[in-house]
């Protein structure tokens, strides 16, 4: 088997095996090959998992920022020194085309270390209050052991984005990938152990949502940290809510991207591509809503049409492709019943609408898909698909597409495409979601927070918003008198 790693677990700075748990196989999705076969974590392996991160966090804990931050900028250089080798593990883990992963994946965990790094070594300090003789200071102080666990869209990128603020500011952390895409946390608990993170720090342990529930309801763990679909979020938080346990959740969205009739066409088109097509379809902030105003339609969905027939599907390792196997069989059968669904609720299919037929009959295709005429009742226009399926809705004025983008449970992110800049901060304003872009789209650097609102979560990741997320404050009064008490 291609992928197979040492063992399924690391645990305590080592591989660490228990084939008394369920296998999972991992599967490549462009063939159906078996790459690996690991199984999850017994009931022991997370105890052993949480108490190795228990006992090796007060110390990490104790060391200066600096050293910290030290160890976690080798681990961003030896990820982009080993950037080709991470970025086709990440390709054989989720079908994501190489000329994708070799940019976005290992290259954007590799970023989220340096930040950290970077950081928390020029000071995530307290402040000073003066209070008139006496005085008080507060300081972050780390929650202590964190788990993270992630979806299977970007599996390296939501492992490091989670380890790093997790770690910088003095926590351990014990991480549970999907298990459609188990192999690629692995290696990043490697990479740090080789950039001298102290064993215990950062722990990788598989399973489903049978395992899940095992770290979040552990009375040890502080602090969960989910990216993941609402449902799983609802679950997750409640259990999370028994003991109080600090909660970040990256869910899903359904969200807004409104182009208005005086937008660069081109680019627009564009980013409504990058916004839909981009990892097969399968990110959570994709503005799989596009609204389009009425002037505009025909030019739109005329390039828009043009310039997604010439997309290349195919096989994910060839540098050419551009659009590579949904990550399993189960999603691609699920984004292919919101295809028909479409069809059959009286959508326009402009482009795309079944499997292609240049790509090998075991591996999880789907074409990319455009549908116009899509009303905000239809199913495709409120469910997420997670998929590539855009769906192109007409709009008439900017009230009426500001209450119509913002009819969704959804909270996650939101895009406008406009040249009249008063316009386009008017409406970012009014639109309910928590990262917005204007003029592009799904840009999300290290240095800018991310994540939702309303059902799309809480909780920032990125940014030094996310380190507040993974400590708390300590407020320390001091007093410089004689205590006055009146009895
Ligand atoms: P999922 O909710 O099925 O699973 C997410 C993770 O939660 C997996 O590791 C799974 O094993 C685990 N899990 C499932 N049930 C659990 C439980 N009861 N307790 C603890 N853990 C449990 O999601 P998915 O299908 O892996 O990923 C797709 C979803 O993730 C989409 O909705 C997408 O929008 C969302 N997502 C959000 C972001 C973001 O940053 N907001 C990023 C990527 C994906």
Known sequence: MRAQPTASHFIDGEYVED????????LYP???????????????????????????????????????????????????????????LETLDTGKPIQETIVADPTSGADSFEFFGGVIAAGLNGSYIPLGGDFAYTKH??????????????????????????????????????????????????????????KGLFNVIQGDRDTGPLLVNHP???KVSLTGSVPTGRKVAAAAAGNLKHVTMELGGKSPLIVFDDADIDSAVGGAMLGNFYSTGQVCSNGTRVFVQKGIKGEFLKRLKA?????????????????????????????????????AEGATLVVGGGIPNNVSGEGYYVQPTVF???????????EEIFGPVMCVLDFEDEAEVIARGNATEFGLAAGVFTSDMSRAHRVVDLLEAGTLWINTYNLCPVEIPFGGSKQSGFGRENSIAALEHYSELKTVYVGMGPVQAPY
């Open 220 to 222: 040890d763990v502080a």
């Open 30 to 88: 462009a063939t159906g090959e078996i790459i690996a076969r690991l199984y999850a974590a017994t009931p022991g392996i997370v105890e052993k998992a949480i108490a190795a991160a228990k006992r090796a966090q007060p110390e990490w804990a104790a060391m200066s920022p600096t050293a910290r931050g030290r160890i976690l900028k080798r681990a961003a250089d030896i990820m982009r020194e080993r950037n080709r080798e991470l970025s086709e």
């Open 307 to 343: 310039r997604t027939e010439a997309m290349v599907i195919g096989d994910p390792m060839d540098d050419a492709t551009q659009i590579g196997p949904m990550v399993s069989w189960a999603q691609r059968e699920k984004v292919l019943d919101y295809i028909d669904k479409g069809k």
């Open 141 to 198: 102080v780390p929650l202590g052991v964190c788990v993270g666990i992630g979806a299977w869209n970007y599996p390296q990128q939501i492992a490091c984005w989670k380890a790093a603020p997790a770690l910088a500011a003095g926590n351990a952390m014990v991480f549970k990938p999907s298990e459609n895409t188990p192999l690629g946390a692995l290696k990043i608990a490697e990479i740090l152990i080789e950039a001298g993170l102290p």
């Open 372 to 382: 116009a005429d899509v009303t905000d009742e239809m199913t495709i226009a409120r």
């Open 19 to 26: 084939d008394a748990g369920t296998v999972i196989e991992s």
